[in-house]
Protein backbone atom coordinates (compact mmCIF):
# COMPACT_ATOMS: atom_id res chain seq x y z
CA UNK A 1 0.00 0.00 0.00
CA UNK A 2 0.95 3.46 -0.68
CA UNK A 3 2.12 5.68 1.97
CA UNK A 4 3.04 9.56 1.97
CA UNK A 5 5.15 10.88 4.85
CA UNK A 6 4.99 14.84 4.74
CA UNK A 7 7.49 16.87 7.10
CA UNK A 8 6.65 19.03 9.58
CA UNK A 9 5.25 22.20 9.73
CA UNK A 10 6.77 25.30 8.66
CA UNK A 11 7.26 28.72 10.03
CA UNK A 12 8.52 31.33 7.30
CA UNK A 13 9.38 34.85 7.27
CA UNK A 14 7.51 36.88 4.33
CA UNK A 15 10.04 37.02 1.82
CA UNK A 16 11.94 34.31 2.55
CA UNK A 17 11.82 30.80 0.89
CA UNK A 18 10.58 27.00 2.55
CA UNK A 19 11.11 23.06 1.00
CA UNK A 20 8.41 20.76 1.72
CA UNK A 21 9.14 16.90 1.24
CA UNK A 22 6.97 13.96 0.91
CA UNK A 23 8.49 10.55 1.14
CA UNK A 24 6.89 7.52 -0.61
CA UNK A 25 6.64 4.14 0.86
CA UNK A 26 5.17 1.00 -0.44
CA UNK A 27 5.88 2.32 -4.14
CA UNK A 28 8.14 4.01 -6.63
CA UNK A 29 7.50 7.41 -6.93
CA UNK A 30 9.29 6.67 -10.77
CA UNK A 31 5.98 5.29 -11.54
CA UNK A 32 3.47 8.04 -10.28
CA UNK A 33 2.77 11.84 -10.95
CA UNK A 34 3.35 13.59 -7.80
CA UNK A 35 0.64 16.26 -7.28
CA UNK A 36 0.98 19.40 -5.16
CA UNK A 37 -3.15 20.77 -3.77
CA UNK A 38 -2.82 23.47 -0.99
CA UNK A 39 -5.69 24.49 1.05
CA UNK A 40 -5.70 27.66 3.01
CA UNK A 41 -7.15 28.04 6.27
CA UNK A 42 -11.06 27.52 6.46
CA UNK A 43 -11.25 27.19 2.42
CA UNK A 44 -11.30 25.00 -0.38
CA UNK A 45 -8.74 22.99 -1.95
CA UNK A 46 -6.31 24.27 -5.38
CA UNK A 47 -4.23 22.14 -7.29
CA UNK A 48 -0.29 23.67 -7.61
CA UNK A 49 0.84 21.38 -10.41
CA UNK A 50 2.73 17.25 -10.79
CA UNK A 51 6.20 16.38 -11.23
CA UNK A 52 6.80 13.02 -13.04
CA UNK A 53 9.95 11.91 -10.58
CA UNK A 54 10.92 9.74 -13.70
CA UNK A 55 11.86 12.79 -15.65
CA UNK A 56 11.46 15.76 -13.94
CA UNK A 57 8.70 17.12 -16.16
CA UNK A 58 6.87 19.36 -14.72
CA UNK A 59 3.21 21.27 -15.08
CA UNK A 60 2.10 23.89 -12.96
CA UNK A 61 -1.49 25.48 -12.63
CA UNK A 62 -0.91 29.52 -14.29
CA UNK A 63 -1.01 31.22 -10.35
CA UNK A 64 1.95 29.16 -8.96
CA UNK A 65 4.57 29.33 -11.99
CA UNK A 66 6.59 31.62 -10.16
CA UNK A 67 5.95 30.35 -6.31
CA UNK A 68 6.51 26.86 -6.74
CA UNK A 69 9.28 24.68 -7.23
CA UNK A 70 8.72 21.24 -8.19
CA UNK A 71 11.50 18.60 -7.65
CA UNK A 72 12.50 14.68 -7.01
CA UNK A 73 15.10 12.54 -5.71
CA UNK A 74 14.47 8.65 -7.15
CA UNK A 75 17.23 7.53 -4.94
CA UNK A 76 15.24 8.03 -1.69
CA UNK A 77 11.83 8.37 -3.07
CA UNK A 78 10.92 11.95 -1.92
CA UNK A 79 9.41 14.53 -3.93
CA UNK A 80 9.79 17.94 -3.17
CA UNK A 81 8.21 21.72 -3.11
CA UNK A 82 9.88 24.73 -2.79
CA UNK A 83 7.34 27.59 -2.07
CA UNK A 84 9.24 31.16 -2.41
CA UNK A 85 8.98 34.39 -1.72
CA UNK A 86 6.63 33.74 0.70
CA UNK A 87 3.57 35.86 1.57
CA UNK A 88 0.90 35.94 4.39
CA UNK A 89 -1.68 34.15 1.82
CA UNK A 90 0.70 31.83 1.41
CA UNK A 91 -0.45 30.62 4.87
CA UNK A 92 -1.86 27.23 4.37
CA UNK A 93 -1.91 23.07 4.20
CA UNK A 94 -0.14 21.86 1.61
CA UNK A 95 -0.67 18.17 0.58
CA UNK A 96 0.93 15.62 -1.72
CA UNK A 97 -0.78 13.02 -3.92
CA UNK A 98 0.59 10.47 -6.11
CA UNK A 99 -1.42 9.53 -9.45
CA UNK A 100 -0.19 6.53 -11.19
CA UNK A 101 -1.50 7.72 -14.54
CA UNK A 102 -1.59 11.48 -15.89
CA UNK A 103 -5.48 11.95 -15.10
CA UNK A 104 -7.58 10.31 -12.27
CA UNK A 105 -8.87 11.08 -8.87
CA UNK A 106 -6.57 11.20 -5.83
CA UNK A 107 -6.58 7.70 -3.68
CA UNK A 108 -3.70 8.75 -1.85
CA UNK A 109 -2.84 11.53 0.18
CA UNK A 110 -0.30 12.78 2.53
CA UNK A 111 -1.13 13.98 5.92
CA UNK A 112 -0.31 17.49 4.86
CA UNK A 113 2.38 20.61 5.86
CA UNK A 114 0.98 23.48 7.51
CA UNK A 115 3.29 26.64 5.96
CA UNK A 116 2.64 29.50 8.23
CA UNK A 117 3.81 32.80 7.10
CA UNK A 118 4.55 35.25 9.74
CA UNK A 119 7.21 37.93 10.78
CA UNK B 1 -9.25 26.44 -16.82
CA UNK B 2 -12.60 24.26 -16.06
CA UNK B 3 -14.40 25.64 -13.34
CA UNK B 4 -16.66 23.94 -11.01
CA UNK B 5 -19.46 25.58 -9.24
CA UNK B 6 -20.85 23.45 -6.36
CA UNK B 7 -24.00 23.64 -4.16
CA UNK B 8 -25.03 24.59 -1.40
CA UNK B 9 -22.54 25.91 0.46
CA UNK B 10 -23.43 24.01 3.83
CA UNK B 11 -26.15 22.22 4.74
CA UNK B 12 -28.08 20.39 7.79
CA UNK B 13 -29.55 17.42 7.74
CA UNK B 14 -30.62 14.65 10.41
CA UNK B 15 -29.90 11.16 10.86
CA UNK B 16 -31.42 8.95 8.74
CA UNK B 17 -32.54 11.49 6.08
CA UNK B 18 -30.84 12.00 2.79
CA UNK B 19 -28.89 14.74 1.03
CA UNK B 20 -27.72 15.74 -2.13
CA UNK B 21 -24.50 17.97 -3.13
CA UNK B 22 -23.99 18.74 -6.91
CA UNK B 23 -21.43 20.21 -8.88
CA UNK B 24 -21.81 21.70 -12.05
CA UNK B 25 -18.75 22.04 -15.01
CA UNK B 26 -18.04 24.71 -16.90
CA UNK B 27 -17.65 22.57 -19.72
CA UNK B 28 -17.63 18.87 -20.40
CA UNK B 29 -15.92 16.33 -18.20
CA UNK B 30 -16.82 13.40 -19.84
CA UNK B 31 -17.52 11.74 -16.39
CA UNK B 32 -14.27 12.52 -14.99
CA UNK B 33 -15.70 13.78 -11.68
CA UNK B 34 -14.50 12.92 -8.17
CA UNK B 35 -15.62 13.00 -4.71
CA UNK B 36 -13.80 13.31 -1.91
CA UNK B 37 -15.16 13.99 2.20
CA UNK B 38 -12.52 15.91 4.49
CA UNK B 39 -13.26 16.06 8.41
CA UNK B 40 -11.61 18.36 10.52
CA UNK B 41 -7.26 18.23 10.67
CA UNK B 42 -7.48 15.56 8.11
CA UNK B 43 -6.52 14.85 4.52
CA UNK B 44 -9.87 14.39 1.84
CA UNK B 45 -10.59 10.81 1.48
CA UNK B 46 -11.85 9.41 -2.08
CA UNK B 47 -15.51 8.30 -1.77
CA UNK B 48 -16.52 8.59 -5.58
CA UNK B 49 -14.34 8.69 -8.87
CA UNK B 50 -15.64 8.62 -12.34
CA UNK B 51 -18.87 9.95 -11.76
CA UNK B 52 -20.47 7.51 -10.06
CA UNK B 53 -17.86 4.52 -8.90
CA UNK B 54 -17.42 3.99 -5.20
CA UNK B 55 -14.17 3.73 -4.12
CA UNK B 56 -13.04 0.71 -2.07
CA UNK B 57 -14.38 1.08 1.36
CA UNK B 58 -16.90 3.45 1.03
CA UNK B 59 -20.10 2.45 2.24
CA UNK B 60 -22.89 2.07 -0.06
CA UNK B 61 -25.24 4.55 1.02
CA UNK B 62 -22.76 7.23 -0.66
CA UNK B 63 -23.54 7.44 -4.53
CA UNK B 64 -22.95 9.62 -7.96
CA UNK B 65 -24.56 10.51 -10.88
CA UNK B 66 -24.61 12.77 -13.83
CA UNK B 67 -26.62 14.59 -16.40
CA UNK B 68 -24.63 16.60 -18.40
CA UNK B 69 -21.96 18.78 -16.96
CA UNK B 70 -24.02 18.54 -13.53
CA UNK B 71 -22.80 15.89 -11.09
CA UNK B 72 -24.53 14.69 -8.10
CA UNK B 73 -23.17 13.21 -4.69
CA UNK B 74 -26.23 11.55 -2.71
CA UNK B 75 -25.88 10.31 0.73
CA UNK B 76 -28.45 8.41 2.03
CA UNK B 77 -29.46 7.10 5.91
CA UNK B 78 -27.40 9.67 6.90
CA UNK B 79 -25.50 9.09 10.20
CA UNK B 80 -23.25 10.74 12.87
CA UNK B 81 -20.09 10.23 10.89
CA UNK B 82 -20.82 11.81 7.51
CA UNK B 83 -20.33 15.79 9.40
CA UNK B 84 -17.87 16.51 7.14
CA UNK B 85 -17.26 18.81 4.23
CA UNK B 86 -17.49 17.46 0.89
CA UNK B 87 -15.32 18.55 -2.31
CA UNK B 88 -15.64 17.74 -5.81
CA UNK B 89 -12.85 17.56 -8.56
CA UNK B 90 -12.32 17.10 -12.38
CA UNK B 91 -9.92 15.29 -12.76
CA UNK B 92 -10.25 15.38 -16.98
CA UNK B 93 -7.66 18.20 -17.37
CA UNK B 94 -4.59 20.13 -16.08
CA UNK B 95 -5.23 22.16 -14.15
CA UNK B 96 -7.36 20.29 -11.79
CA UNK B 97 -9.96 22.03 -10.35
CA UNK B 98 -12.21 21.50 -7.10
CA UNK B 99 -15.09 23.09 -5.94
CA UNK B 100 -15.53 25.11 -3.23
CA UNK B 101 -16.96 22.46 -0.57
CA UNK B 102 -20.03 21.77 1.16
CA UNK B 103 -20.55 21.50 4.87
CA UNK B 104 -22.62 19.16 5.94
CA UNK B 105 -23.94 19.42 9.29
CA UNK B 106 -26.21 16.17 10.88
CA UNK B 107 -28.83 17.75 13.50
Known amino acids: ?119 | DIQMTQSPASLSASLGETVTIECLASEDIYSNLAWYQQKPGKSPQLLIYDASSLQDGVPSRFSGSESGTQYSLEINSLQSEDAATYFCQQHHDYPFTFGSGTKLEIK
Open chain 1, 1 to 119: EVQLQQSGAELGKPGTSVKLSCKVSGYNIRNTYMHWVNQRPGKGLEWIGRIDPANGNTIYAEKFKSKATLTADTSSNTAYMQLSQLKSDDTAIYFCAPLMYTTEPFAYWGQGTLVTVSS
